[in-house]
């Protein structure tokens, strides 16, 4: 298979996929709206897809020391106490 072949299928493969992710953001974005529940602001289709989503990516390096960087991943990791039920 040639490299333009190879190129050709990929593009197919990623237009395919694009549309199937369009439809499916379709029917979760309209039930969302719709439903008994719903949203005060309606939802977009990007939001139910994630080859379109934007996300804003922090950069830790320049503003988190290694200690700040540790100290939340402890607290993230550290172990929960768990309420006693009152019988």
Known sequence: MTP???QYLDKKWRNRHEREEFYSAQIS???A???MCHPKEPLK???FM???R???RRDTAD???????AQRIDTML???SIPKRKE
């Open 63 to 69: 503003t988190d020391s290694g200690e700040d960087i």
């Open 50 to 52: 994630p080859t379109k």
């Open 4 to 6: 333009r072949q190879v």
């Open 29 to 31: 974005a309209t039930t």
């Open 54 to 56: 934007v996300t804003k």
């Open 78 to 80: 550290r172990p929960r």
């Open 45 to 47: 289709l990007s939001d």
């Open 33 to 35: 709206n719709f439903s």
